[in-house]
């Protein structure tokens, strides 16, 4: 798949007003993108200089299909935004939890990923990105319903890569361990900057990679899928 050059790119960042979504922003200014939308519930915690606040709750179709209306000029999207409630399956009172990780990590996305197909179509294809993550292939039990999210997620990624590849828009997944955000701010393990995460993936991009595998923790699961459970 061809890639898409940063510079002059125009790109939407969900989640973008911190952390990992912070980076992005960053990053894409510094590599000359010709306008950064960041999309965040409420659109005053955006406060990286050059970037355009949008409001946008991703579970929300009617923000998410205004957005798309909204933002016509856009080449890249980033779909960045995701929660952790850091909680069980079974051993759980109740499912509120898992629902809430999926209607965001998972139908989030995907409506998202819908909204801008034709928005990338008519700007050339362009290129959709999904923020992933290790445990897309692992379960921890303190997190195993975001596990769940972000395996429906990595799914989700395979499949609209082949149903978009027709027009042209390279699709990119991004997995990771942990990050130093705030979603990580609890573990003590080895953590990857946020602006790694960010040019690892912008690379990608720019040279028509659909995988990012951003740490050693990362590749070692990916390539060790197969071994017994």
Known sequence: MTGLPIEGAVALVTGGNRGLGR??????LDRGARTVYA???DP?????PGVVPVRLDITDPAQVAAAAAKLGDVTLLINNAGISRTSGLVTEPDARAARAEMETNFFGTLEMSRAFAPVLARNG?????NVLSV????????????????AAAWSLTNG??????????LVVGVHAA???TDMAARVTQSKISPEEVAAQTLDAVERGREEVLTDAFTREVKAGLS???
């Open 23 to 28: 980076a992005f922003t960053r990053a894409l």
């Open 39 to 41: 999309g965040a519930r």
């Open 44 to 48: 005053g915690t955006v406060t990286e």
């Open 125 to 129: 294809g362009g290129a959709l990105v």
């Open 135 to 150: 445990l897309s292939w692992v379960v921890l039990p303190q997190a195993a319903s975001y596990s769940v999210s972000k």
């Open 160 to 169: 609209v890569r082949q149903e978009l590849r027709e027009q042209k828009t």
């Open 178 to 180: 942990f990050i130093d």
């Open 227 to 229: 071994a017994p459970l």
